[in-house]
T-cell receptor
Framework: ETGVTQSPTHLIKTRGQQVTLRCSSQ?????VSWYQQALGQGPQFIFQ???????GRGNFPPRFSGLQFPNYSSELNVNALELDDSALYLC???????????????FGPGTRLTVL | GENVEQHPSTLSVQEGDSAVIKCTYS??????FPWYKQELGKGPQLIID?????GEKKDQRIAVTLNKTAKHFSLHITETQPEDSAVYFC??????????FGKGTRLHILP
């Protein structure tokens, strides 16, 4: 069984640029959630995708957007990067919302984004 | 919305002693309480979880307890070892909803 993978591992961008982060979910999982983790803080929920549709969004502006593909892999896109966007971006997959009553999620290693 | 408070923010214990981390949550509809361990440069790893229909769960040296009435849940690590040093996060969730994390506890195991 393959776990959650993310790419790239590290990324450096400048303010105003755009970035795309990628995630492959664990085998058999159809739900992907994205989190932002600032240094010294807990992960903050960005949004969740279930069967290619957005299913819930946290308190993040519209310049944070995402996609989920038919194979359940996912992308996180951030436009007009700001210095405060520097963080570890985590992807988590779970078996699915309709199939389970408990939101068990498994995390990838994350992408460290630095905005200069 | 849900809010999860976690204490302490830092905890140092002698190797072999026990460590306890405590959390409270605000939303009585939450039914799932996972605990994650995060090592430097890695993503959070699910180490144990407890569901709202259970008061206690144990897995080798780690145990979790849940008090639904008081909205408290705790992580207990016994016979601590150097490899237990990490940041631990508690979290809460309800069906079909996002996971809300606490701010984390940095656990140091002293030799």
């Amino acid at each position: 069984e393959t776990g959650v993978t993310q790419s790239p591992t590290h990324l450096i961008k400048t303010r105003g640029q755009q970035v795309t982060l990628r995630c492959s979910s664990q085998s058999g999982h159809n739900t992907v959630s994205w989190y932002q983790q600032a240094l010294g803080q807990g992960p903050q929920f960005i949004f969740q995708y279930y069967r290619e549709e957005e299913n819930g969004r946290g308190n993040f502006p519209p310049r944070f957007s995402g996609l989920q593909f038919p194979n359940y892999s996912s992308e996180l896109n951030v436009n007009a990067l700001e210095l405060d966007d520097s963080a570890l971006y985590l992807c988590a997959s779970s078996p699915g919302l309709a199939e389970i009553s408990y939101n068990e999620q498994f995390f990838g290693p994350g992408t460290r984004l630095t905005v200069l | 919305g849900e809010n999860v408070e976690q204490h302490p923010s830092t905890l140092s214990v002698q190797e072999g002693d026990s460590a306890v981390i405590k959390c409270t949550y605000s939303d009585s509809a939450s039914n799932y309480f996972p605990w994650y361990k995060q090592e430097l440069g890695k993503g959070p790893q699910l180490i144990i979880d407890i569901r709202s229909n259970v008061g206690e769960k144990k897995d080798q040296r780690i145990a979790v307890t849940l008090n639904k009435t008081a909205k408290h849940f705790s992580l207990h690590i016994t016979e601590t070892q150097p490899e237990d040093s990490a940041v631990y996060f508690c979290a809460a969730s309800k069906r079909g909803d996002k996971i809300i994390f606490g701010k984390g506890t940095r656990l140091h195991i002293l030799p």
